[in-house]
Nanobody
Framework: QVQLVESGGGLVQAGGSLRLSCAASGRTFSSYTMGWFRHAPGKEREFVAVIRWSGGRTLYADSVKGRFTISRDSAKNAVYLQMNSLKPEDTAVYYC???????????????WGQGTQVIVSS
């Protein structure tokens, strides 16, 4: 059974940093794309960043480029999202997802975690 479990969310002041983790289990993800998406109140869920497990290719949403870094650790079967220079508009529930395609579209992702809340105060 595939499981994605996020952790690391919390409350932080604007300008601060958080590191989100996603522990993946239940299958081999070497041929998968791992993504981070977020859902803010009153908005649609949106793409944040993706990484190809094999090779490490990455892609970021314009809104987080230069501030967020996605990475993976094959030994730990984990994916991370380092978030720096956080802004109040980054407040959202952040979700980890896994899919076979290289895509920023939610529909391409088969597996999802339960989400972790990030709140950035001004």
């Amino acid at each position: 059974q595939v499981q994605l479990v996020e952790s690391g969310g919390g409350l932080v002041q604007a300008g601060g940093s958080l590191r989100l983790s996603c522990a993946a289990s239940g299958r081999t993800f070497s041929s998968y794309t791992m993504g981070w998406f977020r859902h803010a109140p009153g908005k649609e869920r949106e793409f944040v960043a993706v990484i190809r497990w094999s090779g490490g290719r990455t892609l970021y949403a314009d809104s987080v480029k230069g501030r967020f870094t996605i990475s993976r650790d094959s030994a730990k079967n984990a994916v991370y999202l380092q978030m720096n220079s956080l802004k109040p508009e980054d407040t959202a529930v952040y979700y980890c997802a896994a899919g076979r395609s290289w895509s920023v579209r939610e529909i391409e992702y088969n597996y999802w975690g339960q989400g972790t809340q990030v709140i950035v105060s001004s």
